[in-house]
């Protein structure tokens, strides 16, 4: 057989019971002559045996173990294997459509450094985020386009969904930040700000499982790993400078580090913000980043020790602001202070500003039970 035409990458860690789907959506696609790597992180489950079954069944499968180092390593480790000219990851939780990398390739041209298809999200967890999903992934263009800021910006920031040029990938040394989550942003948009073109092919060929012990379940629950979100913009900012992109990607970098930042601030445990403060302070000062006033305000009231700020708005307009310091609750109605009282019997909250209760707010506890 010839020299295959995609390498497809697939970190394994503890998911033998996802992992054969997985396989066996790579196995059978119709595109043949495809190079499948899986990259065993020291599983600790069954997920190492079945890798290797899988590799005495299909020689087109390449099998590494390693100690556990994450997913970034494993992709890395991946990448080193990989011999085709072209490459693509693939979480070994999700699974791909039969047709998808023939389909695929068949965009893929000299002169198209990236192709891009949809992605379906799947599975019961996190319902309540399933429309925002759906919103991000959605690809904002069809065909052929020239990659600018307006592209880079737009398109969903994973990597699994795309297929990359593994000669631009070496050329420039892009690699997944080890040990750091959203590892995805960071290898996009350093790989997207040295290509060509891309194409859009709007199929959702990727079918992508929210499940409730995924990284990006236990980073809406609040995890302190959410700081990796901004964390890696130390990783993004590094690349742009060694290749003389900062100066001209000013305002896409700018606009990365908004993302980043407030996501991270979100996300993380309120006790935890004051690390997102020294870290986005540093990143903002050593790259000379011009970010947006939200931020620098944000910057400043944790610096002040107060670990929570909401903004009250009504048509865009500043009206009231909450601000918590341990214990210490502030708000304020038009920037003068207001007080809040609580019923004790119910949840009503009555805020009076110069002793005039000005609005009240009743909040309902959910039942399970019919009424």
């Given at each position: 057989m010839s020299a295959p035409e995609i390498s497809i990458i697939v970190p394994v860690y503890n998911v033998q019971k996802y992992l054969q789907k997985c396989v066996d959506s790579l196995r059978f696609q119709t595109l043949k002559n495809i190079q499948i790597i899986l990259v065993d992180d020291g599983s600790t489950d069954l997920s190492a045996?079945?890798?290797?079954?899988?590799?005495?069944?299909?020689?087109?499968?390449?099998?590494?173990?390693?100690?556990?180092?994450?997913?970034?390593?494993?992709?890395?480790?991946?990448?080193?294997?990989?011999?085709?000219?072209?490459?693509?990851?693939?979480?070994?939780?999700?699974?791909?459509?039969?047709?998808?990398?023939?389909?695929?390739?068949s965009c893929m041209t000299d002169d198209i450094d990236l192709v891009c298809f949809g992605i379906e999200?799947?599975?019961?967890?996190?319902?309540?985020?399933?429309?925002?999903?759906?919103?991000?992934?959605?690809?904002?263009?069809?065909?052929?386009?020239?990659?600018?800021?307006?592209?880079?910006?737009?398109?969903?920031?994973?990597?699994?969904?795309?297929?990359f040029k593994r000669d631009l990938i070496k050329k420039f040394h892009i690699q997944f930040?080890?040990?750091?989550?959203?590892?995805?942003?960071?290898?996009?948009?350093?790989?997207?700000?040295?290509?060509?073109?891309?194409y859009?092919?709007?199929?959702?060929?990727?079918?992508?499982?929210r499940h409730s012990g995924s990284i990006m379940a236990e980073t809406f629950l609040k995890s302190p790993k959410a700081i990796d979100h901004l964390k890696i913009m130390e990783d993004i900012c590094a690349f742009y400078q060694q290749n003389n992109l900062i100066t001209k990607h000013r305002h896409m970098v700018a606009a990365f580090f908004n993302d980043c930042f407030s996501y991270a601030y979100r996300y993380t445990p309120n006790t935890e913000r004051t690390h997102i403060c020294n870290l986005a302070k540093a990143i903002i000062e050593k790259y000379h980043l011009q970010v947006s006033d939200s931020i620098i305000k944000r910057i400043r009231f944790l610096e002040k020790g107060y670990n929570e700020y909401r903004s009250l708005k009504i048509f865009g307009v500043l009206i009231g602001e909450y601000f918590r310091k341990g214990d210490k609750r502030v708000y304020k109605i038009f920037k003068i202070p207001t007080l809040k009282i609580r019923s004790k019997d119910h949840e009503i909250y009555k805020y009076y500003l110069f002793g005039f209760p000005i609005f009240v707010v009743r909040r309902f506890k959910a039942t399970s039970k019919w009424v």
């Amino acid at each position: 057989m010839s020299a295959p035409e995609i390498s497809i990458i697939v970190p394994v860690y503890n998911v033998q019971k996802y992992l054969q789907k997985c396989v066996d959506s790579l196995r059978f696609q119709t595109l043949k002559n495809i190079q499948i790597i899986l990259v065993d992180d020291g599983s600790t489950d069954l997920s190492a045996q079945i890798c290797d079954e899988y590799m005495k069944q299909d020689k087109r499968i390449v099998v590494i173990h390693q100690q556990n180092q994450g997913l970034s390593s494993a992709r890395n480790t991946g990448l080193k294997y990989a011999t085709s000219p072209l490459v693509t990851f693939v979480d070994s939780d999700d699974c791909v459509s039969k047709q998808t990398y023939q389909q695929a390739l068949s965009c893929m041209t000299d002169d198209i450094d990236l192709v891009c298809f949809g992605i379906e999200v799947v599975g019961d967890a996190l319902m309540e985020h399933r429309q925002a999903d759906q919103e991000y992934y959605k690809l904002p263009f069809e065909g052929l386009h020239k990659i600018e800021e307006n592209v880079i910006l737009k398109t969903d920031k994973s990597v699994c969904n795309k297929i990359f040029k593994r000669d631009l990938i070496k050329k420039f040394h892009i690699q997944f930040p080890c040990g750091l989550n959203n590892e995805d942003y960071c290898f996009f948009v350093k790989y997207a700000s040295i290509a060509n073109k891309v194409y859009f092919l709007n199929r959702q060929f990727y079918q992508y499982l929210r499940h409730s012990g995924s990284i990006m379940a236990e980073t809406f629950l609040k995890s302190p790993k959410a700081i990796d979100h901004l964390k890696i913009m130390e990783d993004i900012c590094a690349f742009y400078q060694q290749n003389n992109l900062i100066t001209k990607h000013r305002h896409m970098v700018a606009a990365f580090f908004n993302d980043c930042f407030s996501y991270a601030y979100r996300y993380t445990p309120n006790t935890e913000r004051t690390h997102i403060c020294n870290l986005a302070k540093a990143i903002i000062e050593k790259y000379h980043l011009q970010v947006s006033d939200s931020i620098i305000k944000r910057i400043r009231f944790l610096e002040k020790g107060y670990n929570e700020y909401r903004s009250l708005k009504i048509f865009g307009v500043l009206i009231g602001e909450y601000f918590r310091k341990g214990d210490k609750r502030v708000y304020k109605i038009f920037k003068i202070p207001t007080l809040k009282i609580r019923s004790k019997d119910h949840e009503i909250y009555k805020y009076y500003l110069f002793g005039f209760p000005i609005f009240v707010v009743r909040r309902f506890k959910a039942t399970s039970k019919w009424v």
